[in-house]
T-cell receptor, first 110, second 114 residues
C-alpha cells in the first residue's frame, strides 16, 4: 500500500503562535487531498480539502505541491481549541479507500 | 440528528467471544466503511461496502465479517475475539465512494478484549 507520512509530533505551542504541519505522499497518481481533525477520544472530521492552488479557511491555510508530493497545513493565531490530532488524507482515485496518515498531535498551551 | 451512529459505544468482552457492532447512516450515502484505530492511533481501513457489495477488503482476518442488510447499515461481526482486537472501531460513509466526497465518521466503538 502507498504511504502518507506525517511528523507525529507532539507540537506544543503557545496561544497565538503560528504552526505548520507537513505531509508527504508516495502515490504520484493521487487525485485529491484533505486535512481531517480528530479530537481526543472522538471521531475524525473533515477540516478542509486541499486544492492545487492552495486554499484558506479563516486561520487555516492548506497547500499542495504535486511535483514534490507534499501537503501542508498552516494554522495562524493558534487557539486552545485547536488542540487535536491533524490527519493528512489522500484519495488515490477510483474505488480505493482514503489513505490516512498517522496524524500530527498539536497542543496549544495558555 | 445523528448522521452516522454506532452501537455500542463501549464493548468489554472476554477472549474467544463473538460480538457485533452496528452502524447506521441517515445521509443517503451509498458507500460505508469500517476502520480500526489501534493504541498507536493509526486509522486503518478494514472494509467498504458500495450498494451492498464489498468492494474493498484489506488484509483483515476472516474472523471479521461485515454485513449490510441495506444501504443505510453496515454491521461488523467479530468471531473468536483476541487480545489484539482491542481498539476503537469507526464506521464511516460517503457518497459515490472513491473519497472525493467528505467522509463522515461515527463516534466509534471502543472494544476491549480481556
Amino acid at each position: 500500500r502507498k504511504e502518507v507520512e506525517q511528523d507525529p509530533g507532539p507540537f506544543n505551542v503557545p496561544e497565538g503562535a503560528t504552526v505548520a504541519f507537513n505531509c508527504t505522499y508516495s502515490n504520484s497518481a493521487s487525485q485529491s487531498f484533505f486535512w481531517y481533525r480528530q479530537d481526543c477520544r472522538k471521531e475524525p472530521k473533515l477540516l478542509m480539502s486541499v486544492y492545487s492552488s492552495g486554499n484558506e479557511d479563516g486561520r487555516f491555510t492548506a497547500q499542495l505541491n504535486r511535483a514534490s508530493q507534499y501537503i501542508s497545513l498552516l494554522i495562524r493565531d493558534s487557539k486552545l481549541s485547536d488542540s487535536a490530532t491533524y490527519l493528512c488524507v489522500v484519495n488515490e482515485g477510483g474505488n480505493t479507500p482514503l489513505v490516512f496518515g498517522k496524524g500530527t498531535r498539536l497542543s496549544v498551551i495558555a | 440528528d445523528t448522521a452516522v451512529s454506532q452501537t455500542p459505544k463501549y464493548l468489554v468482552t472476554q477472549m474467544g467471544n463473538d460480538k457485533s457492532i452496528k452502524c447506521e447512516q441517515n445521509l443517503g450515502h451509498d458507500t460505508m466503511y469500517w476502520y480500526k484505530q489501534d493504541s498507536k492511533k493509526f486509522l486503518k481501513i478494514m472494509f467498504s461496502y458500495n450498494n451492498k457489495e464489498l468492494i474493498i477488503n484489506e488484509t483483515v482476518p476472516n474472523r471479521f465479517s461485515p454485513k449490510s442488510p441495506d444501504k443505510a447499515h453496515l454491521n461488523l461481526h467479530i468471531n473468536s475475539l483476541e487480545l489484539g482486537d482491542s481498539a476503537v472501531y469507526f464506521c464511516a460513509s460517503n457518497l459515490m465512494g472513491g473519497g472525493d466526497n467528505e467522509q463522515f465518521f461515527g463516534p466509534g466503538t471502543r472494544l476491549t478484549v480481556l
